[in-house]
């Protein structure tokens, strides 16, 4: 009788074991797959860091033209706002000459008018 309850247990132990060793692995098919999910986030996201450096790259590339070019524009304002006066001083030159030639055309007709 104690001969059949030791074959039963040792059946029963048997058993247990052969469901620990299914357990186990199926654990361990589960543990590669999150292992293989997770390598492949690790690329992914080595990717995107690779993309967002060099992202960073051109921003600051652009940054440094957009610099040159606020200070040409800056520049050609300044030049603009210079070529401006001149146009107002030659102007106001030509005025001056108009009103000088035509004070002389005055004196001139009323000299021969005189005459």
Known sequence: HKLQQAEESLTSAHSAIQRL?????????????????????????????????????????????????QTKLANCQMERGTQQARQRSAEATLESLAITVMGATNELLLLQAQV
Do not use: I, P
């Not at 690329?43 to 690779?50: F, I, M, T, V, Y």
């Open 21 to 69: 060793e299914g357990q186990c692995d199926e654990t361990k098919g589960h543990l590669r797959r999150m292992t293989s999910t997770a390598g492949e986030r690790l690329k992914g996201l080595e990717a995107s860091s690779s993309l967002c450096e060099q992202l960073r790259v051109d921003l600051d590339a652009s940054n440094g033209t957009l610099r040159e070019l």
